[in-house]
């Protein structure tokens, strides 16, 4: 039998949404202290190589989360 303890103390990560300036290939990766949207960062082009990526958006991943517990 499954015993599943739901946890509550569970991290919604937001994801940063990049593109690169180069090529505009579009990339996402988690959250990091410091971003905001239309700064520039050193992240890699995944596609290109180029290291200038332009911050597009920040989302936060929805997971299948109850809206509270109570
Ligand atoms: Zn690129």
């Known amino acids: 039998m499954f015993s599943y303890k739901s946890r509550s103390d569970r991290i919604i ?38 290291v200038k990526m332009l911050i597009t958006g920040i989302y936060i991943e929805m997971r299948q989360e109850k809206e509270r517990q109570e």
């Open 13 to 50: 990560e937001p994801l940063t949404h990049l593109t690169c300036s180069n090529c505009n290939t579009e990339n996402s990766r988690p959250f990091k202290e410091g971003d905001y949207v239309f700064k520039e960062v050193d992240e890699k082009c995944p596609k290109c190589g180029s």
